[in-house]
């Protein structure tokens, strides 16, 4: 099977991650390829919560979280839900994150997480101004809520870290206080922390089709279709597909949660697996809502999204082939209007769910295939692929024009497993 193309790099995925990537190697001269299935439903890129979270820094595996995953795993309802007949499957993946929680992994796991949110809020802003994008962004900053003293003082870990990477933030521990942030809460939150600088997108599906259209409009070319081989030589890279195949000197896969199957072709087995997160938009709300409120204790976050609003969050372990329970949808809501009172009477409900691609230290993959040169990897950002796109664009650019990279990246590495 002779290539039909030929091009300086291809890309597999075409989601925020794949195409902040694409721009970026355009930038630097590059031909360009994304080769995706223009399926927006199962892009997770363009239905998330629409936040660049660069104040979430803590990786997922704290010792807080490894105490209280258990009474977590089987309640439907619950932040954190294993499906009972996918238990077997993630147990290997579970011991990992157990692992990561360990007093000497963890300080490792957050000083390199910490290192990538300040590359990928910098880049942002690169980003940002070349593609004359402000207008598509909300600078309102992330109120993160607790009804529960004991569970504020335990959040310490976030804030000392937050302090420690110079993130600016404040305390809260009044209504009074929280009020003047975002009025309409329920009265049981006494305790917050705000973080100003928190950004967030107007719009998603709207930012990823704009980077989209803009890549298009400067040469980018996209082949709907599936990679199923990557096979590398000496000189280039074969991906071949269903009945053609494209040649190029570079391969990326930033294919989310469906690039562990491209990677085990190369040889590279990965422990990616997926964390199912749901939500649900709504409309006609009596929500003033003025800031983004991320509700800690219940593993859900409300976000302004153009004239909606929209609930989301929660972890489903399940795999990529049941279909969704959108009843963790009705959850969310229903948690929600109890906090939000100017939820009651909302409707028009979206309700969606979406793939979070994730390894069990909570850090992605920014590397070379441990087969070949000639692949790279760019996945495994798990709730943090809207935040650290364009850094990892970065990245990723640099190891292909050989710059080297502005930060460490050996704890991003694909030998770690």
Not at 219 to 231: D, F, Q, T, Y
Not at 340 to 347: H, R, V
Not at 391 to 405: C, H, N
Request: net charge positive; aromatic share 10%.
């Amino acid at each position: 099977m002779k290539p039909h193309l030929d091009y300086d790099i291809a890309i597999i995925g075409g989601g925020v991650i794949g195409l902040s990537i694409a721009i970026s190697l355009q930038q630097a001269g590059k031909t360009v390829v994304i080769i995706d299935r223009d399926d927006e439903l199962i892009n997770a890129s363009r239905k998330n919560a629409g936040a660049f979270a660069f104040a979430d820094i803590v990786p997922l595996a704290t010792p807080h979280i490894i105490k209280s995953a258990p009474k977590w795993f089987l309640d439907p309802e619950g932040p954190l839900y294993i499906h009972p007949a996918y238990l077997l499957t993630i147990f290997p993946w579970m011991v990992r994150f157990w692992r990561a929680s360990w007093n000497n992994m963890f300080t490792r796991l957050l000083e390199a997480q910490a290192g990538l949110m300040a590359l990928s809020r910098e880049a942002l802003e690169r980003q940002v101004k070349d593609l004359n994008a402000e207008f598509l962004l909300y600078r309102k900053g992330q109120l993160r809520l607790y009804e529960q003293k004991r569970n504020f003082d335990r959040s310490s870990i976030l804030w000392d870290a937050c302090s420690r990477y110079n993130i600016q933030h404040t305390l809260f521990n009044s209504v009074e206080e929280i009020n003047e942030i975002q009025p309409g809460l329920s009265p049981k939150y006494r305790y917050a922390g705000f973080t100003p600088d928190w950004i967030n997108v107007s719009d998603p599906n709207i930012w990823v089709q704009y980077i989209k259209d803009i890549y298009i409009d400067q040469g980018g070319k996209w082949l709907a279709n599936s990679a199923k081989i990557i096979a590398p030589n000496e000189n280039d890279v074969l991906i071949k597909m269903q009945e053609s195949a494209v040649s190029a000197s570079f391969c990326i896969v930033a294919a989310g949660a469906w690039s562990q199957k491209l990677a085990s072709s190369m040889g590279d087995k990965i422990p990616l697996d997926t964390e199912r997160g749901y939500n649900i938009t709504l409309k006609n709300t009596g929500l003033d809502l003025r800031t983004h409120l991320t509700f800690a204790e219940h593993g859900f976050v409300v976000s302004m999204i153009n004239q909606g609003i929209r609930v989301g969050g929660a972890v489903e372990f399940a795999g990529l082939m049941r279909p969704p329970n959108f009843d963790r949808a009705d959850a969310l809501l229903k948690k929600a209007k109890k906090i939000l009172p100017g939820l009651a009477n909302s409707f028009s409900h979206d309700k969606w769910m979406g793939f979070r691609p994730s390894l069990p230290d909570s850090l992605p993959i920014v590397d070379y295939s441990t087969k070949s040169k000639r692949v790279l990897y760019a996945f495994g950002h798990g709730h943090l692929g809207l935040t650290q796109a364009a850094g990892t664009a970065e990245l990723i650019r640099d190891l292909i024009i050989g710059k080297r990279p502005e930060i460490n990246i050996s704890a991003f590495s694909a030998k770690r497993f």
